[in-house]
């Protein structure tokens, strides 16, 4: 039986009542996996895992596109945040172009792409066309978020009425006290911490239906970069919550601070820490955690990431072992001018380059780069190469890997309603 075959005898068997709701699970990667929009290409990926051969690269995967990606217009920023994880890439005299981006909206879209996170490697807002790339996405109804640094607001003001409630903005903000955001940001612009305050409130209040979020990066005692000693802003963490309820910000997003390392170029969580002293950090987080929750007073959300929750769990080594295969690299994948890789942790880095910026821009380079995408999936060693990484998607991965190993039917697999795309 063909796994097509094995598949539509699965849907017989599924039952589509009772289907779990998504809603508030931000991070619940698998959850969304298994969306009803979506479902079905999971199921075929995990037949397409399970097919025996000697060799597994050359078999063809399922002809589907990411449902998500990371769409980096531009590498062009006005700020130097000093811990930008980014920062090898920035302001290299790149920038993808608009009738490119829409080839590559256009083909993924036929071919599912769901929705589309502007953000990395740059200020998108930077990028001559933003407006239009804004404006082109949301005409094929997907889902967008943008992460910005917030000092050109004026440019989302100009967008966001054309956004919806399933679409977000994200401002890198990661203090509350001018002195702090100056010495976190280096802003190269004239911008500062309560400007780019007052200018989100009018954004809200243009939309109140999109979602606004005030993005916190803890940094905490200690952490250097390139020999420079970043800004503790721990101690700030409270206040940034009485703020964004302040500003109308719908939720505050906590996650802790990663540094690229110089020689492998990977993302790392606590990089070279020992126990006594990642106890201490994670001690002092779930401290002001508990007092930016007492702030919240229930009025403004607040969101901890994947790796955050694993460190106050003490399960920070547990979340830097991954299976050998990366699974999600099929269903999200980060097109930028450097290259399309399979991995944002991975940003033009050239190991993870499944493509060059035009990837997708028609139906053959779509159909090579999926290709490209199948061989990476089998011989990319996430287990060896993502050993420092706080994996967003550690635990999607192992429950992927152990469904694909056991011998359950993929019309086991149950269906939850859709909500939220962003992978």
Not at 113 to 129: K, S
Not at 272 to 285: F, M
């Amino acid at each position: 039986m063909t796994a097509t075959a094995r598949l539509k005898a699965g849907r017989l068997c599924e039952k589509e009542e009772g289907m779990e709701k998504l809603k508030f699970r931000e991070h619940d990667f698998g959850s969304k996996l298994r969306q009803q929009s979506v479902v079905n290409r999971l199921k075929e990926y995990i037949l397409w895992q399970r097919i025996p051969s000697s060799d597994p690269a050359s078999s063809r995967p399922p002809d589907f596109g990411p449902i998500c990606i990371n769409l980096d217009l531009t590498s062009a920023c006005n700020f130097s945040c000093p811990h930008c994880v980014d920062s090898a890439i920035l302001n290299s005299g790149t920038q993808l172009e608009l009738e490119g981006m829409k080839r590559s909206v256009n083909v993924l879209y036929e071919k599912g792409l769901l929705a589309v996170i502007l953000v990395g490697g740059g200020e998108p807002t930077l990028h001559r066309n933003f407006e239009k790339i804004v404006n082109y996405i949301k005409e094929r109804k997907l889902q967008v978020g943008i992460v910005t640094n917030g000092s050109r607001l004026d440019k989302i003001a100009d967008v966001v009425e054309h956004l919806e409630g399933k679409d977000w903005i994200r401002i890198s903000i990661d203090a509350a006290r001018e002195k702090t955001f100056v010495g976190l940001h280096w802003p190269r612009t004239a911008v500062t911490l309560n400007q780019i305050l007052k200018e989100a409130k009018k954004v809200k209040e243009r939309n109140p239906n999109v979602s606004l979020g005030y993005s916190f990066v803890i940094v905490w005692e200690g952490v250097d970069v390139n020999g420079h000693r970043l800004n503790a802003n721990i101690g700030e963490m409270a206040e940034c919550v009485k703020l964004a309820s302040d500003h109308s910000f719908d939720y505050v997003s906590f996650k802790p601070c990663l540094i690229r390392l110089e020689d492998s170029k990977r993302e790392s969580l606590l990089d070279k820490v020992d126990k006594e002293k990642e106890e201490k950090i994670t001690e002092e987080i779930r401290v002001n955690l508990e007092k930016a929750r007492a702030a919240a007073g229930g009025k403004t959300k607040i969101l901890e990431s994947v790796n955050l929750i694993a460190m106050l769990n003490g399960e920070t080594e547990k979340i830097k072992k991954q299976p050998k295969r990366c699974h999600l690299q099929f269903f999200r994948t980060v097109v930028s001018p450097l290259g399309t890789f399979h991995c944002p942790a991975f940003r033009g880095v050239e190991k993870a380059k499944i493509a060059d910026p035009d990837g997708y821009t028609t139906r053959s380079r779509f159909d090579r780069t999926l290709e490209v995408t199948a061989k990476s999936i089998m011989t990319f060693d996430a287990e060896a190469e993502c050993d420092v990484v706080g994996c967003f998607y550690h635990g999607t991965n192992w429950w992927l890997e152990e469904f694909i190993r056991s011998t359950k039917g993929v019309h086991e697999i149950s269906t939850v309603e859709d909500d939220n795309f962003f992978l």
